[in-house]
């Protein structure tokens, strides 16, 4: 939706890494790819556009756009897609922990993290709201979204 509407060139990290053998092995259980971030980072080069990925954050960035979503319906969303359990489970524990809020703010600093809860919005609406984040129309918002009850 955004390269559609605003003409930005989106790169979808995983089918890149996937596509161009930048990876180092697959994990058999998790049936995924282990990606190879130094072979990632030197094929984009000196690039501008908007990296899709939940490894985006391990890149450099102006900003970092962190989709959030509950736990719960995470997990779900993910065995829909036809994601492993395995890989399904992980990613409710880690959303739960904000680790992907963590590690990017860690690495970038609160000032340049937005964080965008899609529990309860529409591709379009997300896709607003990441414009926003682009067009610098947005405050960042590191540590709005709380899952903590989940807990």
């Known amino acids: 939706m955004l390269a559609a509407e605003r003409g930005v060139e989106v790169v979808h990290l995983n089918d890149l890494?996937?596509?161009?053998?930048?990876?180092?092995?697959?994990?058999?259980?998790?049936?995924?790819?282990?990606?190879?971030?130094?072979?990632?980072?030197?094929h984009l080069g000196d690039w501008t556009g908007v990296v899709d990925s939940h490894l985006a954050h391990h890149l450099d960035a102006d900003r970092v756009a962190v989709l959030r979503c509950r736990p719960d319906v995470l997990e779900e969303r993910l065995l829909e897609r036809g994601e492993g359990e395995t890989s399904a489970r992980e990613n409710r524990?880690?959303?739960?922990?904000?680790?992907?809020?963590?590690?990017?703010?860690?690495?970038f600093g609160a000032e340049r993290v937005y964080e965008i809860d899609t529990t309860?919005?529409?591709?379009?609406?997300?896709?607003?709201?990441?414009?926003r984040v682009l067009d610098g129309d947005?405050?960042?918002?590191?540590?709005?979204?709380?899952?903590?009850?989940?807990l």
């Open 138 to 150: 947005r405050a960042p918002s590191a540590g709005e979204v709380d899952f903590v009850e989940y």
């Open 17 to 42: 890494i996937r596509e161009e053998g930048l990876y180092t092995e697959r994990d058999a259980e998790r049936d995924s790819l282990v990606a190879d971030l130094d072979a990632v980072a030197a």
């Open 120 to 131: 309860e919005r529409d591709p379009e609406r997300v896709a607003a709201e990441l414009g």
């Open 93 to 107: 524990e880690s959303e739960a922990l904000d680790v992907i809020l963590g590690e990017a703010v860690e690495r």
